[in-house]
């Protein structure tokens, strides 16, 4: 981003890069799972893909900011698809007993692409151009389309395709997703470009409404939306520790997140075994929320003579448990509806994660800049304050006020630290008060008969 809007020389307006791609994907996660049910799994996942390919390729070829924005939102909106609909293949395709199994899988890939991804871009960016980020991504996804033509097998929808068409509710569909954008662009602009307690932040959000059934559900809706913070906001404040605080490499940083990641996607792996071994669903999502309470509390104590091998022990545990965080939040949607309802709602609950990650990393960075702007007050000029995020990233350019800054980034971080361990807590008491999600494993005949 930084690249692409220093090429554009619009730099104010590097926010809306990421901003117009979460706006595509979060609103169209909403809409996912009822098109999935109209016009099929196959249908819907390889058109997705499709339009991933446009986007990305018009970022590769954009002339100007707004052209990136526009391709941005494109490229949001294919890759929705891409992650919601082959998480409804997976549901889809396996059974109670081993869709926890397949889930962790799910989750490992996200996991190891979220480490690894960043990194080659970053990579790419400082080395090349940044256009070879979407270069390169424009490969992986000609290669995903061709797995999915030559291998994914779904019968097709039966109907004529008017008939399919007749039956979109389309004034649902635009309320659902008018009302997904203004949360989605509330969130992005609040503490940015407006004040929190600005009118237009209070009224965009008032202006929606989401209601969902009764029982297990609103506990499921929570801890996906706690899961989303949890893995976006250790994303956006582990970066910024090591980099501005530890004053780390690019390659060191992507070391400690690829360790965060990797973790991650073990533990969803390793949490779903124990929840198939055990049925104990509450208690392993209590395991996890204690990891990222412990990792969590470890970073909120960790300063900038903290050395690295103890920031990489504590990314590792915070990686453990918010890769069962994640992998519970999967397993207990589908359990809380009917088999008949698990698309549509697979659909609203990674918008629910997706909305928690943005929440998370727009309160993540009012606090870090709050905090900044107001210890350093008059130690800097106020248009180097206003800079925000920018000055933690440029502070080597105030060489006497570097110590000063420093301080204030460190004071900034363990604030930040206080709201994350607080959702852990929540997430905890979401998982505990959670009924008829535990069950009683069935051994297999040769295990009885062993015995």
């Not at 994907?25 to 893909?49: A, C, E, H, P, Y």
């Not at 900011?65 to 293949?89: D, F, K, N």
């Not at 989750?107 to 790419?124: E, F, K, T, V």
Request: a neutral charge.
């Amino acid at each position: 981003m930084h690249a692409a809007s220093k090429e554009f020389g619009q730099e104010q307006q590097m926010n809306w890069i990421a901003t117009s791609y979460l706006l595509g994907f979060t609103v169209t996660q909403m809409l996912l799972g009822k098109l999935t049910d109209i016009f099929g799994r196959q249908t819907m996942f390889n058109s997705t893909l499709v339009v991933f390919f446009v986007g990305t390729l018009w970022c590769t070829l954009a002339q100007s900011m707004p052209s990136l924005i526009v391709a941005r939102l494109l490229q949001g909106i294919g890759a929705a698809g891409r992650q919601t609909v082959g998480l409804i293949i997976v549901l889809d395709t396996t059974t109670p007993t081993t869709r926890g199994t397949w889930l962790g899988m799910f989750n490992m890939s996200l996991s190891l692409g979220l480490a690894i991804g960043p990194y080659i871009g970053a990579l790419l960016s400082a080395h090349a151009t940044w256009r070879w980020t979407y270069w390169v991504t424009l490969m992986l996804n000609v290669v995903m389309f061709a797995i999915a033509v030559l291998f994914m097998r779904f019968p097709p929808k039966q109907g004529v395709i008017m008939d399919k068409l007749r039956s979109v509710d389309y004034v649902g569909s635009i309320v659902v997703a008018a009302a997904a954008a203004l949360l989605c662009i509330s969130i992005e602009l609040g503490g940015e470009q407006y004040a929190w307690g600005s009118p237009v932040i209070i009224v965009l959000p008032s202006s929606t409404s989401i209601s969902s059934p009764s029982g297990t559900f609103p506990f499921a809706v929570i801890i996906n939306f706690v899961a989303g913070a949890a893995l976006f906001g250790s994303a956006f404040y582990l970066p910024k520790y090591l980099l501005n605080v530890k004053n780390a490499s690019l390659e060191q940083s992507g070391i400690e997140m690829l360790a965060l990641n990797v973790a991650a996607g073990f533990a969803s792996v390793g949490g779903s075994h124990l929840i198939s071994r055990t049925g104990k669903v509450r208690l392993v999502g209590l395991a996890g929320a204690a990891l990222v309470c412990v990792g969590s509390a470890g970073m909120f104590a960790s300063n900038q003579t903290t050395s690295a091998s103890l920031a990489l022990i504590l990314s590792v545990i915070m990686g453990l448990g918010i890769g069962i965080l994640y992998q519970l939040a999967m397993v207990v949607g589908p359990m809380s509806v009917k088999p008949d309802e698990i698309a549509g709602i697979s659909g609203f609950l990674g918008f629910v994660r997706t909305l928690g990650g943005t929440f998370a990393t727009a309160l993540l960075t009012s606090i870090f800049t709050t905090v900044m702007k107001s210890d350093l007050e008059g130690v800097l000029p106020q248009d180097v304050l206003d800079t925000g995020l920018q000055l933690a990233d440029n502070h080597a350019l105030y060489p006497q006020k570097d110590s000063a800054i420093v301080a204030a980034m460190v004071k900034a971080f363990h604030i930040g630290y206080i709201p994350v361990i607080a959702i852990s807590v929540l997430y905890a008491v979401a998982v505990a008060v959670l009924h008829k999600v535990d069950f009683v494993v069935k051994r297999p005949a040769a295990e009885k008969a062993a015995d």
